[in-house]
């Protein structure tokens, strides 16, 4: 035979050994291709992302593309779900005919649309929040004086020294926080807690981590008092043109800190606060661009779950009106502004108006649109008068009373403000020219 001449006896084992080592090579080669992580994978995975990556990722002259220059995926446009409140869309919803609106239309008949674009992803928003950690630290001081005699009463002496990391604010404007502090007693309804004091530290301007070093005394203050006490503070940042805003909030019970009673000596605590989440209702918007005009629409069409701080009463003494104020989003400047009509206030108040802006096509990165939600309360009837000659009487003056207007809630809009949704809201309608994006937006 061949091979036994070649190599001898041993020919046959060789061609075997030899066979079986080559179908082990190729099986290595073809798993290192198929395997991630191999070099062969990496290799033929780096040609397959360099053949599909855009020109305008290769290209520098393009990297600063506006939105309005990339071509993206037509969407159909329309309002989002009424049952959404955070803003979300859905994507598997089907639009309604009929309902869908028109950038050319100035009234708007009918509000309750279902037409959606998918933009945001619920799972994924609620994930981030919970892996984002709110850094927020509140640095008090407490003391209790106990008495020591009839005439000199025990005092709870509360301090207010610091606080760090604030949130910055929903629009670029600098920071003005303060901290309001409100003592009640605990009970086991929530609703029926007696506020007992209230008090309210200075504010401090252009900074996330002010230093107060405030200090609050209580005075005739019993130890089985004391220990029935809640201590709610709850940091606010101060806006000018419009409500206070409610940054965070911490609720501290003088029952798990005894030893404070104990002892005369000035405590410290240094406590995490948790981010507040209050909602003062919601607002429906929609907004449209268009580029030829240089001009931005902004349909204000109807709120609803308005509550008011602190709560009201009755809504039938109220109007409602809003206010759209155009900021420079670097100043923080005020550079237009304008309102709706007034309409009664209920839990669903429609507007249906149209506020137009002039707005340039380099404008669109820089400017921020505040939507302000305020209440008017109707005037004051005049007193009769009793007396027989009115005109000697100061009673007798009949001028009209004018009532302070309430900012209930704000919306900000723009390329750099702080909500995800209110961000999405902005960049969709530049993405989509001439076309009308419509949001719930949640008041703050």
């Given at each position: 035979?061949?091979?036994?001449?070649?190599?001898?006896?041993?020919?046959?084992?060789?061609?075997?050994?030899?066979?079986?080592?080559?179908?082990?090579?190729?099986?290595?080669v073809?798993?290192?291709?198929?395997?991630?992580?191999?070099?062969g994978?990496?290799?033929?995975?780096?040609?397959?992302?360099?053949?599909?990556?855009?020109?305008?990722?290769?290209?520098?002259?393009?990297e600063?593309?506006?939105?309005?220059?990339?071509?993206?995926?037509?969407?159909?446009?329309?309002?989002?779900?009424?049952?959404?409140?955070?803003?979300?869309?859905?994507e598997?919803?089907?639009?309604?005919?009929?309902?869908?609106?028109?950038?050319?239309?100035?009234?708007?008949?009918?509000?309750?649309?279902?037409?959606?674009?998918?933009?945001?992803?619920?799972?994924?928003?609620?994930?981030?929040?919970?892996?984002?950690?709110f850094?927020?630290?509140?640095?008090?001081?407490?003391?209790?004086?106990?008495?020591?005699?009839?005439?000199?009463?025990?005092?709870?002496?509360?301090?207010?020294?610091?606080?760090?990391?604030?949130?910055?604010?929903?629009?670029?404007?600098?920071?003005?926080?303060?901290?309001?502090?409100?003592?009640?007693k605990q009970?086991?309804?929530?609703r029926?807690?007696?506020?007992?004091?209230?008090?309210?530290?200075?504010?401090?301007?252009?900074?996330?981590?002010?230093?107060?070093?405030?200090?609050?005394?209580?005075?005739?203050?019993?130890?089985?008092?004391?220990?029935?006490?809640?201590?709610?503070?709850?940091?606010?940042?101060?806006?000018?043109?419009?409500?206070?805003?409610?940054?965070?909030?911490?609720?501290?019970?003088?029952?798990?800190?005894?030893?404070?009673?104990?002892?005369?000596?000035?405590?410290?605590?240094?406590?995490r606060?948790?981010?507040?989440?209050?909602?003062?209702?919601?607002?429906?918007?929609?907004?449209?661009?268009l580029?030829?005009?240089?001009?931005?629409?902004?349909?204000?069409?109807?709120?609803?779950?308005?509550?008011?701080?602190?709560?009201?009463?009755?809504?039938?003494?109220?109007?409602?009106?809003?206010?759209?104020?155009?900021?420079?989003?670097?100043?923080?400047?005020?550079?237009?502004?304008?309102?709706?009509?007034?309409?009664?206030?209920?839990?669903?108040?429609?507007?249906?108006?149209?506020?137009?802006?002039?707005?340039?096509?380099?404008?669109?990165?820089?400017?921020?649109?505040?939507?302000?939600?305020?209440?008017?309360?109707?005037?004051?009837?005049?007193?009769?008068?009793?007396?027989?000659?009115?005109?000697?009487?100061?009673?007798?003056?009949?001028?009209?009373?004018?009532?302070?207007?309430?900012?209930?809630?704000?919306?900000?809009?723009?390329?750099?403000?702080?909500?995800?949704?209110?961000?999405l809201?902005?960049?969709?309608?530049?993405?989509?020219?001439?076309?009308?994006?419509?949001?719930?937006?949640?008041?703050k």
């Amino acid at each position: 035979m061949v091979h036994g001449d070649l190599f001898g006896p041993w020919g046959r084992i060789l061609i075997v050994v030899a066979a079986a080592l080559a179908i082990v090579l190729l099986l290595l080669v073809i798993a290192c291709f198929l395997t991630p992580g191999c070099l062969g994978y990496e290799c033929v995975k780096r040609k397959r992302e360099a053949k599909s990556v855009p020109l305008r990722v290769k290209s520098k002259q393009n990297e600063n593309v506006k939105l309005n220059d990339v071509s993206y995926r037509s969407w159909r446009l329309g309002s989002l779900y009424e049952g959404s409140s955070n803003g979300t869309i859905d994507e598997n919803a089907s639009p309604i005919e009929g309902n869908s609106w028109n950038s050319n239309n100035a009234q708007f008949g009918c509000t309750d649309t279902s037409s959606t674009l998918n933009l945001v992803q619920k799972d994924k928003q609620k994930a981030e929040r919970k892996q984002k950690e709110f850094p927020t630290e509140l640095t008090i001081s407490l003391q209790y004086l106990p008495p020591c005699d009839e005439t000199i009463t025990g005092k709870l002496v509360i301090g207010i020294e610091a606080l760090s990391g604030l949130p910055p604010k929903q629009y670029n404007c600098t920071l003005e926080p303060y901290v309001a502090l409100n003592i009640t007693k605990q009970s086991w309804n929530h609703r029926n807690r007696q506020k007992l004091h209230s008090f309210r530290t200075r504010g401090v301007r252009h900074t996330a981590s002010p230093v107060f070093k405030e200090t609050f005394v209580v005075a005739n203050v019993k130890p089985h008092e004391v220990k029935e006490w809640i201590l709610d503070f709850a940091a606010y940042d101060r806006d000018r043109y419009a409500n206070d805003t409610e940054l965070s909030t911490l609720r501290v019970s003088l029952k798990e800190a005894k030893h404070v009673l104990q002892s005369p000596e000035i405590h410290m605590f240094n406590f995490r606060m948790k981010q507040s989440n209050l909602a003062l209702g919601n607002i429906l918007l929609a907004i449209s661009y268009l580029p030829t005009a240089q001009r931005l629409t902004i349909n204000v069409m109807k709120v609803r779950d308005v509550k008011f701080t602190p709560p009201v009463s009755c809504l039938n003494d109220f109007s409602f009106y809003v206010r759209i104020l155009m900021l420079n989003g670097r100043t923080g400047q005020r550079m237009k502004k304008k309102k709706t009509r007034f309409v009664v206030a209920n839990s669903h108040s429609e507007f249906n108006e149209t506020l137009t802006f002039d707005v340039s096509y380099n404008q669109l990165d820089i400017v921020q649109f505040l939507v302000v939600l305020r209440g008017k309360a109707a005037p004051a009837e005049p007193v009769a008068s009793t007396v027989e000659h009115p005109s000697d009487s100061e009673d007798s003056i009949t001028s009209v009373q004018k009532s302070k207007d309430t900012s209930i809630g704000k919306v900000a809009l723009g390329k750099g403000v702080r909500g995800s949704t209110e961000r999405l809201h902005w960049f969709s309608v530049l993405q989509n020219p001439r076309k009308l994006v419509t949001v719930w937006h949640v008041l703050k």
